[in-house]
């Protein structure tokens, strides 16, 4: 059974930094795509980062490149998001997201 466990959320000021992480247990991350995606309040949810196959490629939305990065620890079966700069518009709820399976979510709140 697959599952996806996010932390690492919180409260931070603008231009602070937070690192999320995402345990998952059910499968081998392989040649898989697993991806963060953040939702705000009245909007869609929306693709973050995503990392890609066995060298594990990283992609960006053009609004968090340069600030964010995402990696993976394949021996602790846990993805991560370190989160840089960040602004007011990165608050959301961020989740982990693995094909058709999705996280509980953990809020980002970047307020002074």
Known sequence: QVQLVESG???VQ???S???S???SGFTFNNYTMSWYRQAPGTERELVAR?????G???Y???VKGRFRISRDSIANTVYLVMNSLKAEDT???YCNYQDYWGQGTQVTVSS
Do not use: F, N
């Open 22 to 24: 995402c345990a998952y």
């Open 61 to 63: 939305a053009d609004h």
């Open 9 to 11: 959320g919180g409260l």
């Open 51 to 55: 990392i890609t196959g066995a060298i």
């Open 18 to 20: 937070l690192t999320l």
């Open 14 to 16: 603008p231009g602070g």
């Open 57 to 59: 490629w990283p992609t």
């Open 92 to 94: 959301a709820v961020y």
